[in-house]
């Protein structure tokens, strides 16, 4: 997020309906003894200039990520934005601004810098996802930084652990991100996300030397610069030897930094409870000497003023406490609620989990090298080139089945961001292996001039030969048609571009062969 600079000119308006509201009472109320509607009116102006106010001083604050006054901290929740650290949120801070300027950039370009963080599957979906949001002259644009909303020290949660084929990171990062999408320049959504980025990031050691060889044209570079082919001769390569890659990236809701937040704004509701009470016998007590009584004395009528405004102030404290209390069975109603409802999310996402592990292991019992994220990635590519298909020979590259009446269905979507996947089942005989997946879709689909979201859910059947395993990960390798020669990418999927021989996909990878919507 770029640095931001106090904007006071915004403290206009606040201070322009105080001074209005200063300015009915001190016409109004020496017409009467009594406190008439427009006297109400100004010391309801007066009130709501204050709280106004302070609502924009927070605002700005929040934006610059500057240290706050502390009149500030003890009424509005205070996320500081943490800067980079370590090597690990270099990587983070890199991948997210190096997306969104691959997704905001109106022209294709070759070797991006996202090329530099992303896997090669996470590249190739991002690359399709871009590919419909030029068609339809849109750009998106993500503003994003990090923000402690657990505290200091949890800010950044990890999971890393060793799949069978990769050295696994879990990351869930707490962010403030702003995603704006635009038409041929025009803003037509702003999408706000507050609570934490999860990325996925994958690792395995380099197979063989810093620089590869095209076997096609012998052009030498990187393996970054391969992820979209040679740029020399266009030669497809699969590389997998790649480290602290993401493969996969989205926007989550997360229970424990709700709860944080949650905690956050209790905190802050008994000083603003306390505050709503006793600004407005406050501001009576210090301005209603000055209207109401005739004495000439000023000081006097400062020092009257004083002693009623503390006096007010004090049995506007009471009079809340009294109100808390009497609230006090119902608060704590509503925080066992909230309790429950914590432990049971914990319960679920543990059992997830669980059921991961579980299914991992007897996978391999036969496939030894069988990794789970690499499985999910995979199926998040095949996803995202069914969303974004444009013709059967797209929708059908990945699938046993026609699935050609989908692409109407999906001709508007513009994001798909996979929120949860699973492995319900897997079944293995003599001629096929068969999972059963289980995926939470949210979509953004533009419809007219407006993007739209929604939510899909999948029950899909993979299968692939009985045979076909996984392999240990090597160095930037070649498949290649056996029709044409051509060179071939299973990320592609399983029909030549060159002479369209369809290549049997399932003695490679996996493939779908039932695809529900629930």
């Known amino acids: 997020m770029n640095r931001y600079k106090m904007n006071y000119m915004r403290l206009i308006g606040p201070g322009a309906i105080w001074m209005a509201g200063l300015a009915l009472i001190v016409i109004y109320a020496p017409r009467t003894v009594h406190i008439n509607g427009m006297v109400g009116l100004g010391f309801l102006a007066l009130c709501i200039g204050t709280f106004l106010a302070m609502f924009v001083l927070y605002l700005e604050y929040d934006k610059t990520g500057e ?4 009149f500030l901290e003890r009424f509005f929740p205070n996320y500081p934005v943490m800067e980079d650290t370590d090597r690990l949120t270099r990587r983070l801070s890199g991948f997210r601004k190096s997306y969104s300027d691959y997704l905001s950039n109106e022209r294709e370009e070759a070797n991006a810098s996202l090329q530099n963080y992303a896997s090669q599957l996470m590249w190739h979906s991002t690359a399709l996802q871009k590919k419909r949001m030029l068609k339809h002259h849109l750009t998106l644009e993500m503003d994003s930084v990090r923000r402690a909303y657990s505290g ?4 950044i949660k990890e999971n890393r652990y060793f799949d069978g084929r990769y050295q696994v990171n879990d990351v869930y990062e707490e962010i403030s991100a702003l995603r704006t999408i635009r038409e041929s320049g025009k803003i037509i959504k702003r999408i706000k996300d507050s609570e934490v980025a999860h990325f996925t990031l994958l690792s395995a050691e380099q197979v063989g030397g810093n620089r590869v060889v ?3 044209c012998g052009n030498t570079t990187t393996r970054e610069n391969l992820l979209d082919g040679c740029d020399y001769c266009g030669t497809r390569f699969t590389v997998e030897d790649l480290k602290d890659r993401v493969d996969s990236f989205g926007l989550r809701r997360d229970f424990r930094t709700n709860a944080s937040k949650t905690k956050a704004v209790k905190q802050v509701m008994y000083p603003w409870t306390t505050l ?3 600004l407005p016998l406050i501001y009576f007590g210090l301005i209603g000497p000055f209207v109401y009584i005739p004495e000439e004395n000023f000081f006097l009528k400062l020092l009257v003023g004083l002693f009623t405004a503390g006096l007010l102030g004090l049995l506007g404290w009471g009079l809340q406490s009294i109100f808390l209390a009497l609230l006090a069975p119902v608060l704590l109603l509503i925080s066992a609620h909230s309790k429950s409802m ?15 592990r579980m299914m991992a292991e007897e996978v391999r019992r036969s496939d030894p090298l069988f990794s789970m994220q690499s499985f999910f990635g995979g199926i998040q590519n095949k996803l995202s080139a069914i969303h974004y298909a444009e013709s059967p020979a797209e929708i059908n590259a990945f699938s046993e089945n026609d699935m050609t009446s ?3 269905r999906y001709r508007n979507v513009v994001d798909v961001d996979c929120q949860s996947m699973t492995m319900e089942s897997y079944q293995r005989d003599n001629k096929l292996q068969t999972a059963t997946v289980n995926a939470d879709l949210r979509l953004l689909e533009l419809s007219g001039d407006r993007i739209k979201e929604r939510n899909e859910r999948l029950k899909m059947t993979m299968i692939k030969d009985a045979g076909c395993k996984t392999q240990a990960v090597c160095a930037a390798s070649v498949l290649t048609c056996r029709g044409c020669g051509a060179s071939l990418s299973l990320m592609e999927g399983k ?10 996909l399932k003695r490679f990878d996996w493939v779908i062969a039932k695809y529900d919507i629930i």
């Open 152 to 155: 200091k020290d949890s800010y």
């Open 214 to 216: 095209c076997p096609n």
């Open 67 to 70: 240290k706050w006054p502390r």
């Open 342 to 356: 914590k432990r049971k999310m914990i319960y679920g996402r543990k059992q997830e989990e669980e059921q991961e």
């Open 406 to 408: 989908l692409i109407e």
């Open 276 to 278: 709503i009470v006793t």
């Open 495 to 504: 029909t030549c571009q060159y002479c369209g021989r369809e290549l049997d």
